[in-house]
């Protein structure tokens, strides 16, 4: 199935080949009639799919519309959504996460979104995989403390909107000492 990117948005993204491994470090989606002090949301999650400039997948629609669409106070006056994810190497199915497939300059990408982003949303759902790379977002946050923070009751490719959207806290985290994505 093709998704298309939502109506009245402008996509950039930033693509690399290294080696043989195709990779996305970013996809920038802006409102055209966004008013130019709007709040910027950052998603990172899992790792990309076929998602570009001309066309979406699942999981980027979906979080278009979470964060553009779907009426939510937590993203009233947001006017862009930068997508990055723990790993950028592009794979849609059978992913394994092995370290090459980080990218070299993906956490140059996640700091840069993070820091450029009011709100950020963890959006890799509730799988126990990757917890490496997850805590290197979770240290990028806790070094940012003014940053208003969400979590994602599952993966986007596999959402429903009531109740997708969670707060979370960093300081929760510490002091529980366990998964941060899990309840």
Known sequence: MRYEHIDGVKVTAQFAWEGDLRYRYRLEIVLNDAA???KTVCVAMQNPSYAGEDVADKSVQFMEKVVFKKGLAEFEGAH????VNLFAFIQTNNFQGLPHEVGSLNDAAVRKAVEESEIVILGWGASKRFEERK???LGLLGGMPHKTLF???MHPSRGCY???IQP???RETCTRGS????T
């Open 168 to 170: 979370f806290s960093i």
């Open 162 to 164: 009531e109740n997708f």
């Open 36 to 38: 130019p002090t709007g």
């Open 151 to 153: 979590k994602t009751r």
């Open 179 to 182: 998964d941060p994505l899990q």
């Open 135 to 137: 805590a290197f977002v």
């Open 80 to 83: 862009r959504l930068i997508v």
